[in-house]
């Protein structure tokens, strides 16, 4: 009930703008998206096209959304927002407390002729935003969660707008992570419903946002703006470091990659959000869920030879969509799938090369898939044993080396916080190897599975599901 409300505060801080933004009555222009790239279907299209309407997006034939926003483009959309939308406080406050003033030269990559000068220098003076070096600013550098959070609590608190509390303060999972100077800002804008966390409850706060998230809680902020505040209400205290003590009273919570067995299976509808990556050996699995729906509608991109190297050099990729011909980079077949959760089985092939080259390609590989798809929850599965009859065990390709490759594996998921799932324990027989009856080319690879093994494989993960993500 407590979500419902705070969501319901944020849709109404979405849609109760209007008479900010514009009024009908003032008989302006009908406005025209300048936007190619922004259509109806983009969950970010009303954040945008409402900040353009009212002149704090500037308007250009791309809007480029997918891209990380920049510092010069967030202070400007702030700048542009105090001389345009609030320019009535804007004068206000300067009448009580005058014009900031700071050295127009500090920043020697940022001079007159810089399209952010005006809007880096205001941002500056105001102490929303200091320099990344004594005397750089790096104006096409990114910002982090955290960052852009601070700076729209003193934006906020500059402009004198009064944010209504949404939810309760809330840990992350990771909120000890979080900078000490940002964490006031962080928990403002949670508690405003600006930003939060994401579904396994980690903040990420180091994380990049892209161009439309930088829009979004523009918007909402500015938004927030026009709101009524009914009596009684409760508000967010924009005072800096008003929330530093919550933190004082934060257990660390520990992360732990490996995923335990539950006692009972886990709904199949979970996978509905998920996609699976892998190579030869996971085709088995998917095509014995394509036929009985074990995983629901879980999606694969498999390809036979997949691994991390071959996928680095563009030499196998899976098709996606299927049927398409297409083979895009694998981080952008994952953000096609819409998936929340990626479980990923690689490997096998790249064993060979050396621990540290295989694992150095795949870690690669994950970091692509996160970096474009941010929001996505990781899950590893460890590379599955071979036959004792395998005719391409050697010396370089053999269950130690899978074993260590896993164990390697594992430990990078505790450095990364993602999770592990064991899968290779359900097939080891007694002395570690895979278990003849579950393996379709016993008398050759020795490594493939067969539709047995596949229910036993549907069985183990169903079983294995991260309880936070349920």
């Known amino acids: 009930m407590k979500q419902f409300v705070g969501w319901f505060l944020v849709f109404m801080i979405l849609f109760s703008s209007g008479s900010l933004l514009r009024d009908p009555s003032q008989g302006q222009e009908e406005w025209k998206n300048p936007y190619i790239d922004v259509t109806q ?11 353009n309407k009212a002149g704090v997006l500037p308007s250009e034939e791309y809007f480029r959304g997918q891209e990380e926003g920049t510092r010069g483009d967030f202070v400007l959309y702030l700048y542009n927002m105090d001389n345009g939308v609030f320019e009535e406080r804007k004068k206000d406050r300067e009448k009580e407390q005058g014009e900031p003033q700071t050295d127009p030269a500090k920043f020697a990559d940022v001079g007159g002729d810089n399209p952010y000068y005006n809007a ?13 070096g004594d005397t750089t600013f790096s104006p096409d550098g990114t910002l982090s969660r955290e960052q852009v959070c601070t700076i729209l609590a003193r934006f906020a608190a500059l402009e004198g707008i009064t944010l209504i509390q949404a939810v309760e303060p809330d840990q992350f999972k990771d909120s000890l992570d979080i900078a000490e100077y940002a964490r006031s800002g962080v928990t403002a804008c949670q508690m405003a419903g600006i930003v939060k966390g994401y579904e396994d409850n980690f903040f990420y706060p180091e994380n990049t946002m892209t161009r439309e998230e930088c829009a979004a809680v523009v918007y909402r902020v500015m938004a927030a703006a026009s709101m009524e505040v009914p009596e009684g209400s409760k508000t967010v205290d924009l005072t800096p470091g008003a929330y530093d003590s919550l933190y004082d009273n934060y257990e660390p919570l520990t992360f732990t990659a490996l995923v335990p067995a539950s006692d009972t299976e886990g709904p199949v509808s979970f996978f509905d959000q998920t996609v699976f990556i892998g190579d030869s050996i996971s085709m088995t699995l998917e095509a014995y869920c394509a036929a009985s729906g074990a995983l629901g509608g879980a999606k694969f991109l498999c390809a036979g030879s997949m691994s991390p190297t071959n996928m680095l050099t563009g030499q196998i990729l899976p098709e996606y969509p299927k049927g398409s011909g297409q083979k895009p980079p694998i981080e952008d077949s994952v953000a096609a799938t819409g998936a929340k959760v990626v479980y990923v089985m690689l490997g096998m092939d790249n064993i060979a090369y050396g621990i540290d080259r295989s694992t150095s390609d795949y870690l690669t590989i994950l970091n692509n898939i996160v970096t474009k798809n941010p929001d996505v929850q990781i899950i590893i599965q460890s590379v599955t044993p071979m036959t004792d009859s395998s005719t391409s065990t050697s010396e ?13 594996m594992q430990e990078y998921c505790q450095e990364n916080q993602w999770y592990y799932v064991n899968v290779a324990e359900a097939f080891k027989d007694a002395n570690g190897f895979l278990q003849k009856e579950y393996c379709s080319d016993v008398n050759s690879m020795g490594m493939h599975f067969t539709y047995d093994g596949a229910k036993v494989w549907v069985n183990y993960l169903k079983t294995h599901i991260p309880e936070d993500l349920l």
């Open 396 to 408: 370089k390709l053999n269950n130690d080396q899978i074993n260590a490759f896993n164990a390697k």
């Open 41 to 51: 279907d983009l969950w970010s299209y009303q954040y945008i096209t409402e900040l």
């Open 120 to 132: 880096v220098y205001w941002a500056y003076a105001n102490n929303l935003v200091g320099g990344t």
